[in-house]
């Protein structure tokens, strides 16, 4: 954690890797906008030189066998498998730590995403029936991920996190699909054999992360000899980037590894040598999982670096009067960009209206209508996957034309989703919040839920918000949020539940004083003893405990009897073991309403939280009211 702010030294604190992830996706759309931009300049003014460029021979030759393929191939087949890689992985952190772990949520955004590759591929089917382009229909199914989610962070400012995480959901089944349509559609003269060695290559990638091998350089010898076999085989090697990221399974460090990591870090405080720094980082990198490295590692580079460059070789068009004539015309563009403005929002906004009808609201999306319409109108942008298939379907003019279909798209799809959220904004307060958050039930992390009789609790009973902290008395960082959270409880509508966490590998003293504020509360003063311990976090000690009890008035000798009774050890063991079911393994950790809260804690970004949290709640309260 940095020192970024004085008075919040850990305001930067990581967000959880989707919500990363978002704004990565974000910011590296603009780079993906200026790579196609010189592309079309250098594709119009160079005089041929663009597609000279990316015709040239790369070969690897090892022993008179190797791969020969042209740089656009090699961007295109081997740069972009790393970007279905970070697709899989992200796939797989949905199902594992996302929305999708309740595995009802995934029925709707699964229609959603197939009914919204089906019909526009019908759309494009109904343009060139008859003719021989019509093989050319996976142009028009697949949404780019990444530039949908740039461009709606652009044209939609205020559309709340939940409509981008409803995009993803319903890009991971959209990707995933349409990686299988090119390894079944769009590849010819399959090869079995070497389909046999790649399930050999790829079984001992499996069995490597069955066998919890941590070493990255164990993977890559399996991992590249998988990919060529799939390129021997005929099938577009991308597809193994899909595969191997849906391997890696997604998890939170287990408190019990932070715990050993700590001990290794304490090993090499006490003596510092190479070796025992090696194991500390080895400790340190081993408590996360193999998703989370991987996306880490690799999400950077796809976005800034290898996405661009894909459109860079792709998206040169030579653009002239007689081109733009036939291909404003040709059924080719046109198809792709009525399936893609069209066909794309009436698939996924219907396909959600009809479940959410059939199944009368027991299915129904995670976000509002008009976050369900603009995630529909946004995923006419198409690209990535677009260009790879328009690159195995079409040659010449019919390639030309299919990119130029699917870059008006893009900006018809961009103008479309502007006036959705647009008309949205000129709504009044109450039915803006419902059309873009909705008034499904939220997935609840914290485990058990907040109890009365058993929550140390502050603040109205009633509040329409409850903010629950686990925190350790000895943590510098609780510490730091103490003043921040009494700030946030001038609001008369919250209430706040102190729940411990005293995390002893690192903070030493932590379980005593979590034992005192308990002996404390048996005498009616556990905020009292709370606040002080948070204000004198380096005196914490049996004596300084027995001190503070006297400050505020205690019988002292029971209060230091009471400190060592089961009820006060057993409540403190039930915090541990809720945050452990809650998936806590560091303080503070923050939950508003029964949800996770990610990203920073400082006033602003929980006041944002609590008013979201709020809003929420009184659309459910009119819900359940009806």
């Keep these: 954690m940095s020192d970024e702010t004085a008075s919040t030294p850990w305001k930067r604190r990581v967000a959880t890797p989707l919500r990363e992830f978002l ?20 594709a119009n003014v160079a005089d041929g030189s663009y597609e000279r460029f990316w015709a040239t021979d790369l070969s690897i030759d090892l022993g008179g066998d190797g791969v020969h393929l042209t740089l656009r191939e090699w961007v295109n087949s081997g740069l972009m498998t790393i970007f279905f890689l970070v697709v899989g992985l992200e796939a797989r952190r949905e199902f594992d730590l996302g929305d999708l772990r309740d595995r009802r949520r995934f029925i709707l955004p699964a229609a959603a995403g197939i009914i919204g590759m089906a019909l526009p591929v019908g759309i494009f089917l109904a343009f060139n029936a008859g003719e021989h382009t019509a093989g050319g229909w996976g142009v028009a ?29 319903v890009a991971v089944v959209d990707d995933v699909v349409a990686l299988i349509v090119i390894a079944v559609a769009y590849s010819d003269d399959i090869r079995w054999m070497p389909l046999v060695f790649a399930a050999i290559f790829y079984s001992f990638t499996f069995l490597l992360v069955r066998l919890k091998i941590r070493s990255g350089f164990a993977y890559v010898p399996f991992g590249v000899a998988f990919w060529v076999a799939m390129l021997e085989s005929g099938i577009d090697p991308v597809v193994s980037g899909l595969i191997l990221g ?67 070789a792709n998206a040169g068009i030579a ?17 792709v960009i009525v399936a893609y403005v069209v066909g794309k929002p009436v698939a996924i906004t219907g396909v959600s209206a009809l479940i959410t009808w059939l199944t009368k609201g027991a299915v129904r999306p995670s976000v509002g209508w008009s976050s369900v319409l603009g995630t529909g109108t946004i995923a006419g942008i198409g690209f990535t ?19 130029l279909g699917v870059l008006l798209a893009g900006v018809g799809s961009t103008i479309v989703t502007w006036l959705v959220f647009r008309i949205t904004s000129m709504q009044s307060r109450p039915r803006r919040a419902v059309l873009l958050l ?20 502050r603040g109205p009973a009633g509040a329409t918000v409850t903010l629950v902290e686990y925190g350790d008395f000895q943590c510098p960082y609780c510490g730091q949020a103490e003043p921040i959270v009494r700030e946030l409880m001038t609001d008369d509508d919250l209430r706040y539940v102190w729940r411990h966490l005293p995390l002893t590998d690192v903070h030493p003293q932590a379980q005593i004083a979590a034992q005192a504020a308990e002996a404390a509360g048996l005498q009616g003063k556990f905020w009292e003893m709370h606040d002080l311990l948070l204000s004198r976090q380096d005196h914490l000690r049996i004596a300084d405990l027995i001190g503070y009890a006297g ?48 990203g920073s804690y400082d006033v602003e970004t929980l006041e944002k939280a609590i008013k979201l949290a709020r809003i929420r709640a009184k659309i459910a309260s009119k819900r359940s009211a009806v």
């Design 319 to 335: 653009i002239d009067a007689g081109f733009l004539g036939r291909a404003l015309t040709s059924p080719i563009t046109l198809g």
């Design 23 to 42: 704004r990565t996706e974000a910011g590296s759309a603009g780079v993906l906008l200026a790579a196609i931009a010189v592309a079309l300049i250098w």
């Design 141 to 169: 199914m697949s949404t780019d991920t990444a530039l949908a989610l740039g461009l709606l962070a652009l044209v939609g400012r205020n559309v709340p996190v939940q409509a981008r995480l409803f995009l993803v959901t």
């Design 551 to 598: 400050e505020l008035g205690l019988d002292q000798d029971r209060f230091h009897t009471d400190m060592m009774r089961d009820e006060c050890t057993d409540r403190i063991t039930a915090n541990v073991e809720s945050a452990d079911l809650s998936g806590v393994a560091g303080t503070p950790t923050f939950f508003v309403n029964g949800q996770r809260h990610y």
């Design 385 to 403: 996957v677009s260009f790879l298939i328009a690159n195995l379907a079409f040659e010449g003019d019919e390639l030309a034309e299919a990119k």
């Design 246 to 312: 849906l391997t890696a399974a997604a998890y939170t460090p287990a408190r019990e590894a932070l715990q050993e990591a700590s001990d290794l870090f304490r090993s090499f405080r006490e003596q510092p040598t190479p070796e025992l720094a090696r194991y500390a980082r080895f400790g340190l990198v081993s408590t996360l999982s193999w998703n989370d490295r991987l996306q880490r590692t690799w999400s950077g580079w796809t976005n800034y670096l290898i996405v661009p460059l894909f459109g860079l």
């Design 438 to 457: 909705g008034d499904s039930d939220d997935i609840i992390d914290l485990i058990p839920e907040v109890d009365p009789d058993r929550d140390h609790i």
